[in-house]
């Protein structure tokens, strides 16, 4: 399904991962096939990911592994973003960080401080944290009262609040579980704060990235995820031509809902050469 009367001229695909290129440990059906087609073809390709777990040089490992060649130079993640965004614009915030070992490693490579979790607080008491200037919220499998309590006083104390993404849950084999946007909005809600900056989809910063890596502007550019609200709408805000694959958390139905549609509704990577052919 299309709304191009003819094939748009395509130079540079950006392509999310999850539900997009694998799901697991596992590439979706037509995912090989189709970006070696497209690579044959003599397009550039990169990938980005909301997920703040691992380093671009592991997604890339693993990518190459399931039969994509590629090097980190070649990955965007929300993690990376954020913490070359704050470092350019804020590189003396104390942050605390509701996140997982990979992203606290990122944000102290690129210069930022880290504030130590404190071991022996009793979450039984009110305790005001000191020397927080900022909280990072991301994916945490580890998140808990302690963790949550600790930012919410920083957030009432006055602390920034910054997020790698908003998704509300992480798409796994059989479903799903909670995202970013599960914590952001408990701590949206307790606070009567709102985040202030989404590093991650659909935020401009990663595209904006992704476009320095390219060489090429928005217009020369396909977004191509299984995500309306953050992989198509990112595009769509930034003038690129989108496309929904329905391998992932996107459904007909959704994309019949919309008022503005992406551009294609693909059931695979694989039919991605014959949109620009």
Request: glycine share 10%; aromatic share 6%.
């Amino acid at each position: 399904m299309s709304r191009w009367k003819s094939k748009p001229a395509i130079d540079g695909f950006v392509l999310d991962l999850d539900g997009t290129v694998y799901l697991g440990d596992q590439a979706l059906p037509g995912a090989v096939e189709g970006i070696a087609r497209l690579r044959r073809m003599g397009k550039q390709v990169l990938f980005v990911s909301n997920k703040p777990l691992e380093p671009r040089e592991t997604y890339a490992a693993k990518l190459t592994r399931l039969g994509i060649p590629t090097d980190p130079e070649q990955v965007i993640t929300s993690a990376h973003v954020l913490g070359r965004y704050l470092a350019r614009t804020e590189p003396g915030l104390r942050l605390y960080v509701i996140g997982e070992a990979n992203l606290i490693a990122e944000l102290r490579q690129h210069g930022l401080t880290v504030v130590e979790e404190l071991a022996d607080q009793d979450p039984k008491q009110v305790i005001i944290p000191h020397g927080i200037d900022a909280v990072v919220v991301a994916f945490d499998r580890t998140l808990d009262y302690r963790k949550l309590n600790t930012a919410y006083q920083a957030l009432r104390g006055g602390a920034r609040f910054f997020a790698t993404n908003g998704d509300k849950f992480c798409p796994m084999p059989g479903g799903g579980v909670p995202d970013a946007g599960a914590t952001i909005a408990a701590l949206e809600y307790i606070t009567g704060r709102q985040v202030e900056l989404l590093a991650g989809k659909p935020s401009t910063l990663i595209l904006q990235e992704a476009m320095e890596l390219l060489h090429l502007t928005p217009e020369r550019c396909m977004m191509v995820g299984d995500r309306l609200e953050t992989d198509v709408r990112m595009g769509q805000q930034a003038g690129m031509v989108t496309a929904v694959t329905l391998t992932g958390a996107t459904r007909r139905e959704d994309v019949a809902r919309l008022i503005t549609p992406p551009d294609f509704v693909i059931e695979s990577l694989s039919e991605l050469p014959a949109l620009i052919l």
